[in-house]
């Protein structure tokens, strides 16, 4: 696998959800996309235009209703095994420590306990969360305990690693620092991960960390437009562009 061989494509999907009086929902339409080796991609657009959706499509968490996800180029039947995913609002165990929580996805991998606390110590190394190991969530900071959201997902080493808005629920200077830190590992060679699909709001957030920035239009959510980020033009100018796309 090399820089830019396609990890994931998205290939005409829709997805509808059965609203409560049984009426269709139609929440995604024809949604086509590659994530590549190498790449930051993020997915913008308002709330409520199946950001969430399509990310968990692409995880395997939920199937589409027409079309396909292929990973690798296999077409997903479950869970997409080369995708980890951090939540805004992190989601993990409080009844565990942090070293727990990060080994928990090892272990339903079936990974053997010595290896899994070898790579999670690494894991939790690599995230500036050493000496916290034996800490439970509810002693952490919010953006302590996204460190540990991310420890838990790059642990997995996964191909491609799915952010549903990481930093939307941290204050405007932790979520500063944190995306930082990050843009700083992924420049790293032991990165553990080879692409980035980032689900945001933030027009900032989409055009200084990603690549490229696709936008999302609702009702229902479909691509608008597909932006490059060209790292020569200056930043404001850029998400002044943006705004006229995103409505
Ligand atoms: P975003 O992340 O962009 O805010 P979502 O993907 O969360 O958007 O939701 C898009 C639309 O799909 C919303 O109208 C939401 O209510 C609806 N939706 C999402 N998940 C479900 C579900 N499991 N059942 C029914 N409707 C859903
Ligand atoms: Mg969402």
Known sequence: MTRGDVLVSVDNLSKSFTGAEGHELRVLHNISLDLRAGEIVALLGRSGS???????????????????????????????????MVFQTFALMPWLTVQDNVELGLAARGIPPTQRRER?????DLIGL????????????????QRVGFARALVLEPDLLLMDEPF????????????????????????PTKAICIVTHNIEEAVLLADRVLVLGANPGHIRAEVPIDLAQPRDRKSTAFATLVD
């Open 50 to 84: 199946g950001k969430s959706t399509l990310l968990r499509t692409i995880a395997g968490l939920i199937a589409p209703t027409t079309g396909s996800v292929r990973y690798r180029g296999t077409e997903l039947n479950g869970a997409n095994p080369g995708t980890a």
């Open 120 to 124: 999670a110590l690494n894991a939790i």
């Open 130 to 145: 050493d000496g916290f190991e034996s800490a439970y969530p509810k002693e952490l900071s919010g953006g302590m305990r």
């Open 168 to 191: 939307s629920a941290l204050d405007v200077l932790t979520a500063e620092n944190l995306r930082t830190e990050l843009m700083a590992l992924w420049q790293q060679d032991n990165f």
